[in-house]
């Protein structure tokens, strides 16, 4: 039993200002984050949606959204790596207050800060590798890409396909140490946008996976009841990151234009900036309340809820970013004011899980009374 919950907006109020000082030179040499984590670490901040019962700090799902969204206005690529980390975390959290696999993770967290690593938006319901069977378990060889803050993490949370003699080809989903035999990182991270979250690719060169390691086995391709938590539970906190650029972003802009005075068409374009805002703050809101702090057994409705959302605050993000510039004018374009790297970072909400247009069809397919997703 550890102490109290950490305080999330003194460790905002603390290190937001240390990331932000920081953000431009990671960004402009796409260096991953690493002063930031180990602060992090140092404030016990990975460990702190683990309960208290397991050794964690025992903060909520909606304090763990208001700390991602905090660092998010500091630093985009800080808050995106840790958010990959703490949607593992809060997953687990579900399944171990619902009976289901999850502790021995959640303790693994807080034994010594342990930092998760998340391969689940690229793999979706197919995912790719391949097990084979071996003696106590398998052997996976797979090439994993999009694994942001590998290069600080500790355990890999992936799946990957097995050709069950029986049931036919499964995905089986698993942990496995970043330090194991046959695991590297294949440094490829060069972007756009959120350059400093070391996303690169994990290679997994016939890698030893145990038996017991083994946390869920499910059809190739087909929709699974788990995504139901997964999405549910995933995206507000991925979400929250780009609701924080969109707020540093607006923040920075209103400075600005205020400095200039209104011109006849500033402040309009102030006016549409801070609509597009709180559409985004709203939207977050409501993906928060759908989790009911992890105390809700999603369905398909509540994953739906959550991905319609998710479109919602990502194109709100990219067009109060967008107005942001405008708003600023020729001073927004320079790197110095940061409102381009808001832009750049912004654009990378799109491609979470799901996509719009395939949140659409998830979506419509749905309200016709169709299967979300063609097998």
């Not at 919602?312 to 993000?317: D, F, P, Q, R, S």
Request: proline residues 4%.
């Amino acid at each position: 039993m550890t102490g109290p919950a950490p305080d999330w907006k003194k460790a905002v109020a603390e290190l937001a200002s240390v990331f932000a000082e920081r953000a431009a030179a990671y960004d402009g040499t796409d260096t991953f984050v690493a002063e930031n984590y180990a602060d992090m670490r140092a404030t016990k901040l990975f460990s702190a949606l683990v309960p208290q019962a397991l050794g964690g700090g025992g903060l909520s799902y909606s304090e763990a959204c208001g700390l991602i969204r905090g660092f998010g206005r500091a630093c985009g690529s800080t808050a995106l790596a840790f958010s990959m980390h703490q949607h593992l975390v809060a997953t687990a959290l579900w399944n171990y207050r619902h009976g289901k696999p999850g502790e021995a993770l959640l303790r693994a967290v807080a034994e010594g800060e342990r930092v998760l690593v998340s391969t689940g938006a690229s793999d979706w319901l197919s995912s790719s590798g391949v097990l084979e069977r071996c003696e106590g378990g398998y052997r996976v060889t797979a090439t994993k890409p999009f694994a942001s803050g590998c290069v600080a993490g500790d355990l890999l949370v992936t799946s990957g396909r097995y050709n069950d003699p029986v049931a036919g080809c499964q995905v089986l989903h698993f942990s496995v140490s970043m330090a194991a035999e046959g695991v590297r990182i294949d440094r490829v991270w060069e972007t756009m946008g959120m350059r400093g979250t070391g996303s690169h690719t994990v290679v997994l060169d016939n890698v030893f996976v145990p038996e017991r390691a083994i946390t869920l086995c499910r059809p190739c391709g087909e929709y699974h009841p788990a995504w139901n938590v997964i999405l549910t539970v995933a995206l507000p906190l991925t979400s929250a990151v780009y609701v924080g650029i969109a707020e540093a972003a607006a923040e920075k802009a209103c400075g600005i234009a205020a400095r200039k005075g209104d011109d006849g068409v500033n402040a309009l374009v102030i006016g549409e900036m801070q609509t597009e805002l709180t559409t985004a703050r709203i939207a977050l809101e409501s993906m928060i309340a759908n989790v009911n702090e992890l105390d809700v057994e999603p369905g398909v409705q509540h994953a739906n809820c959550a991905l319609i959302r998710k479109t919602i605050v990502a194109e709100a993000v990219k067009r109060t970013a967008d107005k942001a510039l405008e708003a600023t004018g020729g001073a927004g374009y320079f790197r110095r004011f940061g409102i381009e790297r808001f832009l750049r970072d912004a654009q990378a909400a799109q491609f979470h899980p799901m996509p719009a247009k395939k949140q659409h069809r998830f979506t419509g397919r749905l309200a016709m009374g169709l299967d979300p997703i063609v097998p």
